[in-house]
């Protein structure tokens, strides 16, 4: 059964930090490119960051420079640090996987709320 679990998210001032986690089992995580994606109520679903196998990361042009992406193999874990928090990055964030199978996995989601 695949799982990617997302954790850290939260309540942030603006200019304030935080770091998202997403754990996955159930898949050959090191074969598997993983994504951040970020939704607010009524819009679809926006890729944040993305990270192949081999660790080079591409992010979206507005969180690029605030944003970075990382994985840790042996952890079977997907990071996203997000710096310089603003109320315009309040939403919930999903940690995604795309397997060398070709099969994306999403979790289940990770509120941040920025305040201004």
């Known amino acids: 059964q695949v799982q990617l679990r997302e954790s850290g998210g939260g309540l942030v001032q603006a200019g304030g930090s935080l770091r998202l986690s997403c754990v996955a089992s159930g898949i050959i995580f090191s074969r598997s490119t993983m994504a951040w994606y970020s939704q607010v109520p009524g819009k679809e679903r926006e890729l944040v960051a993305t990270?192949?196998?081999?660790?080079?990361?591409t992010y979206a042009g507005s969180k690029k420079g605030r944003f970075t992406i990382s994985r840790d193999n042996a952890k079977n874990t997907v990071y996203l640090q997000m710096n310089s928090l603003n109320p315009e990055d309040t939403a919930a964030y999903y940690c995604?996987?795309?397997?060398?199978?070709?099969?994306?996995?999403w979790g289940q989601g990770t509120q941040v709320t920025v305040s201004s």
């Open positions: 995604s996987a795309r397997t060398h199978l070709l099969i994306t996995y």
């Open positions: 990270i192949t196998t081999s660790g080079t990361p």
